[in-house]
Nanobody
Framework: QVQLVESGGGLVQAGGSLRVSCAASGFFLRSYAMDWFRQAPGKEREFVAAISRSGGRTEYADSVKGRFTISRDDAKNTVDLQMNSLKPEDTAVYYC????????????????????WGKGTLVTVFS
């Protein structure tokens, strides 16, 4: 069964750090570019970060650039999002998504391009 499972969400004070992880089962992440999206209460799901199959290319939303870092470990079949200098506006459910790619450098960050989604993990940042 194909599955993406996020973990690591929680409650953190503004300025703090949190690392969320995404573990895949039933398929191998090495064939996929991987993305993180988030959805805040009452808002649409938005792109956060993406990493290519090779790991050599990453893209970030302007709102998180310089604070968040996406990484992947294909041996463990996982992808992580390290979040530093967190702000209350980062509060959201964070979703990982897999985007099947023939190119080692491809990333899209496009919601409709994703092939698989996790169910999300809640990150709450309080001031």
């Amino acid at each position: 069964q194909v599955q993406l499972v996020e973990s690591g969400g929680g409650l953190v004070q503004a300025g703090g750090s949190l690392r969320v992880s995404c573990a895949a089962s039933g398929f191998f992440l090495r064939s996929y570019a991987m993305d993180w999206f988030r959805q805040a209460p009452g808002k649409e799901r938005e792109f956060v970060a993406a990493i290519s199959r090779s790991g050599g290319r990453t893209e970030y939303a302007d709102s998180v650039k310089g604070r968040f870092t996406i990484s992947r470990d294909d041996a463990k079949n996982t992808v992580d999002l390290q979040m530093n200098s967190l702000k209350p506006e980062d509060t959201a459910v964070y979703y990982c998504a897999a985007d099947l790619s023939l190119s080692s450098t491809y990333v899209s960050g496009v919601y409709s391009a994703m092939d698989y989604w996790g169910k999300g993990t809640l990150v709450t940042v309080f001031s």
